[in-house]
């Protein structure tokens, strides 16, 4: 819960931190918008070239990852190339999703999580998929600020009553690390940068607002 919350925070934090970034640079150099999304492109096809399955929404590399087909040092590559592509993509104002690529930042970082555990504790650590889907939904609950609707989603995935008491564990676990460092999930925020702020926002977000 604490690791995806960490993937989470990085997400939200740098995407907003990019988005300022580029916007006070084309005004500063007098770009039109096409550029920063030609640029954006570039930076993207780049990143693909090495790791192709940063491509799209992703579902192909979740699905390697949940049944075990994909190493952790690849894990580990396709979490910070699929934050990295997800964080330019947004910034440069492409039109893209936040929850199939969270869900694959969750998986990855599910799988390396379970693969430490696998080796820290083998008798007891659970399979590869399991971790995989726990990350899924601990990275997706902040990012969203659904936690319910994704432990739901984990439930009906699965049907597995212990896999989805897991799911809870993390999804909660990461929500309250996020809540507490910004109190806001990543619509919020960015309503919040456009000066709408929510009352149902946390006190962090109200402090920090």
Known sequence: GFACAGVALAFMAATFALESRIEAARKAWRLPRWAVTAAGGLVVGAIAVAFPQVLGVGYEATDEA???????????ALLVAKLAATVVTLACGFGGGVFSPALTMGAMAGGVAGAAMQALAPGIASGP????LVGMGA??????GAPISTI??????????????????????????????????????????????LEAEGPAARRAG
């Open 129 to 132: 998929g399991a971790y995989v």
């Open 66 to 76: 949940l049944h075990g087909r994909i190493a952790v040092g690849l894990m580990a």
């Open 152 to 197: 739901l989603i984990v439930f009906e995935l699965t049907r597995d009553y212990a896999v989805t008491l897991a799911a809870m564990v993390g999804v909660v676990t990461a929500g309250w690390a996020v809540d507490g460092a910004v109190g806001r999930s990543y619509f919020t925020w960015q309503l919040a940068r456009r000066g709408v702020v």
């Open 139 to 144: 990275v997706a609950a902040p990012v969203l």
